[in-house]
C-alpha cells in the first residue's frame, strides 16, 4: 500500500491553480495525489477534459511535470451512470471513455464516480440494477486502459447502505468495485468493524477520520482507529493506494493531514 493525497484538501482560495495545488502536496510530502474533477468546483473540468484536446495537453503537461504519481481522478460527470433512457447513457459512456484516455495520458490506474444521489432516484433499486446490465462493458474499457472504474461509498448515494453494497458488488465487481471510505459509514453510526466484509472490493481508498454525525473529524476527536483500518486493509490483501482526503478547507493548516500521514506511515504504508 502507498499513501496519497487529495486536490480537494486544499481550496481554490488556497490554491488557485492545479499547479499550485500539486506544488502543495508535494510541499507536504506526498508522492501521489488523487486529482478531483468535479464541474463547478475542482480541479479539472470534466466537460473540457470530454471536449478541448488543448485544455487535455496543458493539463497532462501539468501533471507530468509535477513528478507526482496520480493514484486516482475523483470524478463526476454530467450524467450519473444509472441514468435511465439510452439516449442519456450514450452521454455518460462517451464522457466516461474520454475520462479513460485522460487517466491513461497520465498513468492513472483508477477511476471514482458516485453511484448516483439517493435524492435524485426515484427507484433505488431499479438504478442499482442497471448499474449491473452496464458493468460488463465498463469492465472491458477498463482492461483495455489497464484501468479500474470504482463507486464511492459516499453518504447520502444509493450505495450509503452497507446492504446496497453488497447487493451491487456480487454483481459487478472486479469490473467495478467501491473505492472505501470508512468515513461514510461511521458519520453514520456504522462501526469501522461492520465494514470489514465490504473492504475486499475496493478498487481504491480515501481516508480521513470521521464521528458519527460528522464526515470529517480532526485526529483528536474522530472515531476511527486507523490500526484497524490498516489491519483490515491488510486482511483483505489490499495492495493500493490509500488517499487522504480531507476537503473544503476543513483541515486548513494541514495538521490532521500530516498526522494521518505519519501515523500510516508508522503502520506500515509506504510514504
Same mark, same amino acid.
Given at each position: 500500500?502507498?499513501?496519497?493525497?487529495?486536490?480537494?484538501?486544499?481550496?481554490?482560495?488556497?490554491?488557485?491553480?492545479?499547479? !499550485?495545488?500539486?506544488? =502543495?502536496?508535494?510541499?507536504? /510530502?506526498?508522492? %501521489?495525489?488523487? $486529482?478531483? +474533477?468535479?464541474?463547478?468546483?475542482?480541479?479539472?473540468?470534466?466537460?473540457?477534459?470530454?471536449?478541448?484536446?488543448?485544455?487535455?495537453?496543458?493539463?497532462?503537461?501539468?501533471?507530468?511535470?509535477?513528478?507526482?504519481?496520480?493514484?486516482?481522478?475523483?470524478?463526476?460527470?454530467?450524467?450519473?451512470?444509472?441514468?435511465?433512457?439510452?439516449?442519456?447513457?450514450?452521454?455518460?459512456?462517451?464522457?466516461?471513455?474520454?475520462?479513460?484516455?485522460?487517466?491513461?495520458?497520465?498513468?492513472?490506474?483508477?477511476i471514482t464516480i458516485p453511484p448516483g444521489g439517493k435524492n435524485?432516484?426515484? !427507484?433505488?433499486?431499479? =438504478?442499482?440494477?442497471?448499474? /449491473?446490465?452496464? %458493468?460488463?462493458? $465498463?469492465? +472491458?474499457?477498463?482492461?483495455?486502459?489497464?484501468?479500474?472504474?470504482?463507486?464511492?461509498?459516499?453518504?447520502?448515494?444509493?450505495?450509503?447502505?452497507?446492504?446496497?453494497?453488497?447487493?451491487?458488488?456480487?454483481?459487478?465487481?472486479?469490473?467495478?468495485?467501491?473505492?472505501?471510505?470508512?468515513?461514510?459509514?461511521?458519520?453514520?453510526?456504522?462501526?469501522?468493524?461492520?465494514?470489514?466484509?465490504?473492504?475486499?472490493?475496493?478498487?481504491?481508498?480515501?481516508?480521513?477520520n470521521a464521528r458519527q454525525g460528522a464526515m470529517q473529524a480532526?485526529?483528536?476527536?474522530?472515531?476511527?482507529?486507523?490500526?484497524?483500518?490498516?489491519?483490515?486493509?491488510?486482511?483483505?490483501?489490499?495492495?493500493?493506494?490509500?488517499?487522504?482526503?480531507?476537503?473544503?478547507?476543513?483541515?486548513?493548516?494541514c495538521a490532521n493531514i500530516i498526522k494521518i500521514r505519519e501515523?500510516?506511515?508508522?503502520?506500515?504504508?509506504?510514504?
Open positions: 500500500m502507498k499513501l496519497s493525497c487529495s486536490t480537494l484538501v486544499f481550496t481554490l482560495e488556497q490554491c488557485p491553480t492545479l499547479v !499550485d495545488n500539486l506544488e =502543495a502536496i508535494k510541499a507536504l /510530502g506526498f508522492e %501521489a495525489v488523487d $486529482i478531483a +474533477a468535479f464541474p463547478d468546483w475542482q480541479n479539472l473540468s470534466p466537460t473540457q477534459i470530454v471536449s478541448d484536446d488543448a485544455y487535455v495537453d496543458r493539463c497532462v503537461e501539468e501533471i507530468i511535470t509535477s513528478g507526482l504519481e496520480v493514484s486516482s481522478i475523483n470524478c463526476r460527470l454530467s450524467r450519473d451512470i444509472c441514468v435511465w433512457g439510452d439516449d442519456e447513457y450514450e452521454i455518460f459512456w462517451g464522457e466516461l471513455k474520454a475520462m479513460f484516455v485522460f487517466a491513461d495520458k497520465i498513468g492513472c490506474p483508477n435524485k432516484i426515484e !427507484d433505488q433499486q431499479q =438504478a442499482l440494477e442497471l448499474i /449491473g446490465q452496464r %458493468a460488463s462493458a $465498463i469492465g +472491458a474499457l477498463g482492461r483495455k486502459y489497464g484501468i479500474t472504474l470504482s463507486h464511492e461509498v459516499h453518504q447520502g448515494s444509493i450505495l450509503e447502505d452497507l446492504e446496497a453494497g453488497f447487493w451491487l458488488m456480487d454483481r459487478t465487481f472486479p469490473n467495478i468495485g467501491i473505492t472505501y471510505d470508512p468515513s461514510h459509514y461511521v458519520m453514520q453510526g456504522i462501526s469501522l468493524l461492520e465494514t470489514k466484509e465490504i473492504v475486499p472490493y475496493s478498487h481504491h481508498v480515501h481516508i480521513r480532526g485526529m483528536d476527536d474522530g472515531e476511527i482507529s486507523l490500526e484497524e483500518f490498516v489491519g483490515m486493509l491488510g486482511d483483505s490483501s489490499y495492495n493500493g493506494y490509500v488517499s487522504i482526503e480531507y476537503f473544503n478547507g476543513f483541515d486548513g493548516g501515523e500510516l506511515i508508522s503502520l506500515g504504508i509506504a510514504p
